[in-house]
């Protein structure tokens, strides 16, 4: 009896141990945490009025909901001690983003307050999107569609800009439908929010596209002279080409997948029906930067 209560003892004790001893191991790590995924937008820094973070949420959502491919967007403080490129491997080793055996997850991880040396921009591109979302390619949206905006403390534009630039290279692939389920479900969250908030972000994102295509058919040289702008090398008029798609049903003509396109320029979601990331994988890819 009494080895019996050893056992049962040791049992109970050894589980209680290993917790103390990871939760002392992890206080005592210099490393930040990683946050738990539950939004495809994290601002931990408050760059974004709580009605940005929401509208980009749902405009992610949408594309996650239509397309399968998971984009997310993680804003921290700080990544010290660890480089940005270390830091990001570790979210998405955590998160992972994208859909398990094709890997179409992209992490955009900003650390605003990071020094140069440790860059404060970062792109991770999983498995399956390198073949469209290069390292050369994810190191030009950093450069020539991101940082503008945030050197102008646009932080939104900079971000809107460049997940749309990021979902417009994906658009290139033709990765399998999502599941019939879900799109059905997409289909019935747009035609509720027809009748709601959706036709005010529509309306909000059309004027934003309308803008964008006015500078799109402005001569290059009057682009490249405007203050401010630094010759972004025409990476606007990709910038927002997914948000403008769902808008005005456009980007099923840039992206088939057997039925899985966009359909009916429907209004955004809010975001709803988030279940985390999908077991996709990432081997480093992507690019790092700065503003």
Known sequence: MPALLRLLWAGLLAPVLA?????????????KPVPSYDARVTDQVGILTPDQRRRLDAVLADYETQTGSQIAVLIVASTEPEAIEQYSIRVVDAWKLGRKGIDDGVLLLVARDNPSSLKRLRIEAGRGV???????????????????????????GGLVAGVGAIST???????????????AGAGQQ???DLGGPGIVTSIFFVVIGL??????FRPRR????????????????????FILGNILSNMNN?????????????????GGGFSGGGGGSFDGGGASGDW
């Open 19 to 31: 917790f103390l001893v990871a939760g002392q191991a992890q206080a005592q790590s210099p490393f």
């Open 130 to 156: 390198q073949g469209v979302l290069t390292d050369a390619q994810s190191s030009r949206i950093l450069r020539d569609t991101i940082a503008p905006h945030f050197r102008q403390n646009d932080y939104y």
């Open 169 to 183: 290279l994906l658009n290139q692939e033709k990765f399998p439908a999502p599941q019939a389920q879900a799109q």
């Open 190 to 192: 747009q035609e509720e």
């Open 211 to 216: 803008m964008i295509l006015r500078s799109v």
């Open 222 to 241: 009057a682009r490249l002279m405007q203050p401010g702008m630094g010759g972004r090398s025409g990476w606007d008029s990709a910038a927002t080409g």
């Open 254 to 270: 840039d992206r088939y997948r057997g039925g899985g396109g966009f359909s009916g320029g429907g209004g955004f979601s809010d």
